[in-house]
C-alpha cells in the first residue's frame, strides 16, 4: 500500500476531505479525519468513489466531427472557430458554459480568456441553475456574495431552520454533525420548513409544510411578528443597517395577520405561532437554506426575506447565528470567487463598475474588459437556438439532462455551427451534438483547489495518472487561448501558477477596493507549499490564518459599511397548477445519486436504493389518475414529458408530484425530467423555478413487464419503456411493452445466446403470458430475462443479480435460476443502507429474530446506519412498521 493523497470529495459542496491510498486491488477511500468539514466522515457517496473510478466509458481521445484526431488538430479547431465566430459576428457571437465540478483554476483561466481577452461575459456556470438566487441575495443584503457563518454554528445554535433542504440526504454529513449535536444537547430544537415530509424531517421537532412558493409570505410574516413583540434588535438595526422602515412596512402590508399567513401557506395556525415564537425568542439561530428556496421565480426574495429576519435581530456573524446557504456543488462558491457567472468580474469585483473593469483589464494586461453582463444560462442556450451564439464550449457538464426546458437545449445545440464538448465521459445526452469532443481529466486525476460551503479552501489532489490523451480543463483552454493570439497571457505550466495569479489579484483588488475576499496571505506559495496546502477559510490574510466568520463587527461590503434590509413582495409563481395542470412538479436529488448520473451510476451500491426513475405523489392523487404504486404513468406539462414509476412514499402533500432529475438517455428511454420543467427564472438571478411546474400524471399502459441480468451491456432496445441500473457483477434492465410478449428468438439474441459456447434455458406459459430464460457460458451467468404480464408477479432481482458473481452454477443452482427463487434466507433485498451493502429483507429480519428496537441497535447488529447516517430514516420506518404489524 502506498502513502495516502489527501484530496476532497468532487460531489456536493460539503467539502468533505477524503484519504485515498493505493492497494493491490485499486485506490481505497476512506473520511479525511484531520479535515474540518468532515472531520472523517463520508456519506454513501464518497464512500463509494472508489467504485466510480476506471476506464469504462471514458472519452479518452480528441475527435473532430466524429473523426479521431490529435490535440493539435482538435484545438487548432476550437480556436479557429471561436476566432471565425468573433471577426465575422463580434465576440457576443461566442460562450463558454462550465460547471462547479470545475476547480477554482479552471474557472479562472476560462473566466480571464473570456472577459478579458475575449471580452464578452458570455461565460456562465450550472451552478446558475442552484446557487444564483443566494449570490444575488447575499449581494443585495450585504454588499457582497459572502457566506458568513461556519460549519460549526450548526453545532453551536440553539435553533436550527432548515428551508428548502433535504439536508439528510443531500448533505448527510453536516445533518449528522447536527444528530451529534443534538444527542450532546438535547434542547437543540430543529424547525424543517419543506413542501415535502423528507428523511430531514425525522429529527425535526417542527415541520412546517408550506404550500409550494410561498416562502416570501412566510418569512415577511416572522419579520412582522419580530417587530410586533419586540425581538427586533433597534440598536444594531440604527447602527449597522438600512432599509429597514420600506422591509417592515412591506412585512406589514403584506403578512402581519398570522391566521391569514398561516391559510395562505397551507399551515395549522398554532404550527405558524409556534415557529415564529422559537425563532423570536431563540438568539443562537442559523437558518440554513438550499434549493427549495435558490430554486424559484422568486428566489431571490426567498432568501432576502430569511436574511432579514436575522439583520431585524442582529443574528450574524456571531457563533452559533445566522442565514448560510448550503451549496449544492464541490466548487460553485469558487467559480463565484473567480467570476464564473456571466454578470461577475474574478475577485468579487462588479462587472457594472467600470472602474473595476478597468481596474481588472490592467492587473491582466487584457486587450479589452467585458463591460456589461453576459447571458444567463437560459437566456444563453435561447440565443443559441436563436442563431446568436455561433460558437460554444461546454465544459464538465449536461445541460441537454439539468437545463429546464431541456428539449429547446437540445434543438440549440443541434443548430448550433460549432458545439464543443469537454467531458470525461462518452456518451453523454449533451456531447451527442459536439462538432470538437475534448477529453478531460476526472476526479483522481485533477489537480487544483475548490471552495466549500463555509469558504473553505481544500486542495483537490491527482493521484492517478491521466487516462489515454485526457488532460485537464485549465490545460485545454490556456491551449485553446495561446492558439487565438493570447501566448504571453495564458503561458501557465500548472495549477499553482495559476492559483498564485489568483491570490494575487485577490490581495490587490482587496487593498484597492475594500473587498472581502482576500486570498492574500496565500500568494506567492512554492510548489511544494501549494501541494501541501491545508484546509483555510478566507479572507487568508496571513498565511495559514483563515476568518471562520464574517460581518461581526456589523460592517458589511456596500460602501457605507451598511447591511440591506430589502422589501420583498410576495408574489405566485409564474405559472400556476390549473385545468389541464392539475399539479405541482417539484424536483430535485435522491439520497444516492449526483447529477445526472455519470459517476454514481458506475457504482452498484449507489444503484441499489432507488434502481428505477419515479414519480412520488400523494396516494389519493395517484387514486385520482388511476395510477396504482409501482405501475408505469406519463408526466405531463406544458414543455414536456415522461414515462417513469409511480411511487406514493407518504412524503408529498396532495396536490404536488416528485421526480427526480439524475435520469437521462443512457439509463432510461423517457425520464429527463428537465424536458418538463418551466423555463421561467428568477428576474434578479436568472435561476430557473424546478421546483413549480404545472403537470398531470396518466396511466401509462403496456401489455407485458419484464427485466434483464446482464453482465455485459445490451445493444439499443427497440422497446416502449426501459430503464437501467449497475448491479454489482451485472447492469440491470427493467422493460415493459406494448403488443404481444417478445419471441424466443428475440430474446435469445438479446442475451447473446446465438453464442455457440452458450447454453440456453427458458420456461414458458403462453397462455400466461410468462417467459423466463437463462444464458450461460461456460457454467457462468451471462444473462437472464422474465417476462409476465403484470409486474408484481416478477421475482425479485436481487438474489439472482447475486448468482452474477458466482464461479459456477451448478445443476441445481440451473434449476433455481428460472424459478427466481433464492432459498431460505438467501435474499437479502433491497438496498437500505448503501455505504454497507445492507438490503431491506436483511435488517426486517434481524429486526423480527434478534427484537431490534431501535436504529442504534440494528447499527451495532449490521452496521447498517452507522456510517453517513442517511439511511437511518428508512431503519426507523421498517422498525415502526414490525412494531405496527406485532
Known sequence: MNAAVSTTCPYCGVGCGV?????????????????????GRLCSKGAALAETLGPQDRLLHPSVDGRRVGWDEALARVAQGFSDAIRRHGPESVALYVSGQCLTEDYYVANKLMKGFIGTANIDTNSRLCMSSAVAGHRRAFGADVVPGCYEDLELADLIVLVGSNMAWCHPVLYQRIVRARTQRPQLKLVVIDPRRTSTCDLADLHLPVRAGSDVLLFNGLLSHLQRTGAVDRVYLEAHTAGGAEAFAEADRSASDPAAVAAACGLQPAALLRFYELFAQTRRTVTAFSQGVNQSSAGTDKVNAILNCHLATGRIGQPGMGPFSLTGQPNAMGGREVGGLSNQLAAHLEIDNAAHGEWLRRFWGAPRIAGHAGLKAVDL???????????????????????????????????????????????????????????????????GTVTNSERRVSRQRAFLP???EARPDWWQICQVARRMGFEGAFDFSSPAGIFDEHA?????????????????????????????????????????????????????????????????????????????????????????QWHTMTRTGRSARLSGHLPQPFADLHPEDALAAGVPADSLVRVFTPWGSLVVRARTSGEVARGSLFVPMHWNAQFASDARVGALVSPVVDPVSGEPEFKHTPARVEPFHVDWHAFVLSREPLPDLDVTWWARARAAHCQRYEMAGRGRTPRVDWVRRLLGAASPQADFLDYSDEEAGVYRAACLVEDRIAAVMFISPRQDQLPPRDWLAGQFGRAKIGDRERMRLLAGFAGTGADTGPVVCSCFGVGRNTICDAIRSKGLETAAEVGAELRAGTNCGSCVPEINRLIAARTAAA
Request: charged share 20%; hydrophobic share 40%.
Open 466 to 468: 491521466l487516462p489515454g
Open 19 to 39: 484519504r485515498v491510498s493505493q492497494c493491490v486491488d485499486g485506490p481505497q477511500v476512506q473520511g479525511d479525519e484531520t479535515h474540518p468539514a468532515n472531520r
Open 381 to 447: 442556450f435561447e440565443a443559441v437556438r436563436a442563431g446568436r451564439i455561433k460558437a460554444l464550449w461546454i465544459m464538465a457538464t449536461n445541460p441537454v439532462v439539468s437545463m429546464p426546458d431541456a428539449d429547446a437545449v437540445r434543438e440549440a445545440l443541434r443548430n448550433c455551427p460549432l458545439v464543443v464538448v469537454s467531458d470525461c465521459v462518452l456518451p453523454t445526452d449533451t456531447s451527442q451534438f459536439a462538432h470538437v469532443l475534448l477529453p478531460a481529466a476526472s476526479w483522481g486525476e485533477k489537480d
Open 504 to 592: 494575487r489579484l485577490s490581495a490587490a483588488a482587496a487593498a484597492h477596493f475594500g473587498t472581502a475576499f482576500d486570498l492574500g496571505g496565500l500568494a506567492g506559495l512554492t510548489q511544494v507549499e501549494y501541494d501541501g496546502l491545508e484546509p483555510v477559510q478566507w479572507p487568508v490574510r496571513a498565511r495559514g490564518q483563515g476568518t471562520p466568520r464574517l460581518f461581526g463587527d456589523g460592517c458589511f461590503q456596500h460602501r457605507d459599511g451598511r447591511a440591506r434590509l430589502v422589501p420583498t413582495v410576495p408574489r405566485d409563481p409564474v405559472h400556476l397548477p390549473g385545468g389541464a395542470y392539475p399539479l405541482v412538479l417539484n424536483t430535485g436529488r435522491i439520497r444516492d
